[in-house]
């Protein structure tokens, strides 16, 4: 797998093989989440998921912040194991945050030559979360590009999320936490 910086990826000359994206924090990686790294593998286009190195809710939230269910190098060997060919890496920043979110799919889709996005129901992005998926599909549209917005997986009537297994973590459910990850917690 190939990892790109943002900022490199913005300097850098535009894409001409097409791709296939999925945008998020990842965070554990879990069964959600595979199923969209999994659509994108799947496409007939270069597989790109794009992430943060730090999670914008800690930057926003350092004081409460509960931490990440796994580390970024963990979770770079999760996106490999997937066979995602490029991760676009973002460094969360002031600057960043800032960004609406027309303005960063604009950029990343000039940049990467997005052929197909495919984002989770409850996906935001952009300045103050001003972008949400039903928006990201319009955009995408609007421009020729394949979108569609996945539904939650579900596990025992709920969604997959990672509050839920950072819920079942501290609960000591860890049966849960691997059926809602997809596999065992002794190497998160």
Known sequence: MII???DDLMRGEAWT????????????VHRGHRALLDRITASPYRSVVVTFSVSPR???????YSGDIVSLDRKLELFDETGIETCVLIDFSETF????????IGKLSRAVNMRYIVVGADFHCGYRNDTDAAAIKRLARASGIEAEVALPVMEGGLPVSSSRIRHALAMGEYGLAAALLGRGVERL
């Open 17 to 28: 093989e097409g791709s296939a994206v999925t945008i998020g924090v990842f965070d554990g």
């Open 58 to 64: 800690q930057f926003f939230h350092q004081g409460s």
């Open 97 to 104: 945050s800032r960004m609406t979110g027309g303005s960063f």
């Open 4 to 6: 790109v910086k943002w």
